[in-house]
């Protein structure tokens, strides 16, 4: 089974990384951006019959820092 | 306008950050896991004007590295 974790920094939170993206964006000529945060994304492959519990104490335990980030599961169809 | 850019290894590239997060999540005691993946998730906020064509070459010159990554562009529907 396909799932995405998909991890951004909570609103308010600082991001320089998001930060230094915007300015290289307007440096090369892009006007119009507002604001850019940069998150991950992470793929993974798990047993099909892994618990959405499981999952949730994954991204707790290790894929994400609960404390300056937030995480939302996106689970694909299992391949038929 | 709010748009997600998923930015993720091309297959066949090698992945030692999901090596790691892959081996962190065994050690943690997380079975059946087959495979982990690590890419970024950028979230712009971009003028409502800002055409596909923009994001792209914002993608090809800085958001991505087309030699080895893959990008998908997600708009959102525009803040009414």
């Known amino acids: 089974m396909k ?9 308010g939170v600082l991001d320089p990384q998001g930060r230094a993206v915007h300015h290289a964006l307007e440096g090369l000529g892009f006007s119009g951006v507002d604001d850019v945060r940069v998150g991950r994304l992470i793929e993974l492959d798990v047993a099909d019959d892994t618990s959405q519990a499981q ?14 980030e937030n995480f939302r599961i996106e689970t694909m169809e299992a391949a038929r």
């Open 3 to 11: 799932v995405r974790i998909h991890v951004s920094l909570k609103p």
């Open 55 to 68: 999952l949730e104490e994954m991204c707790r335990k290790l894929l994400a820092n609960t404390v300056i």
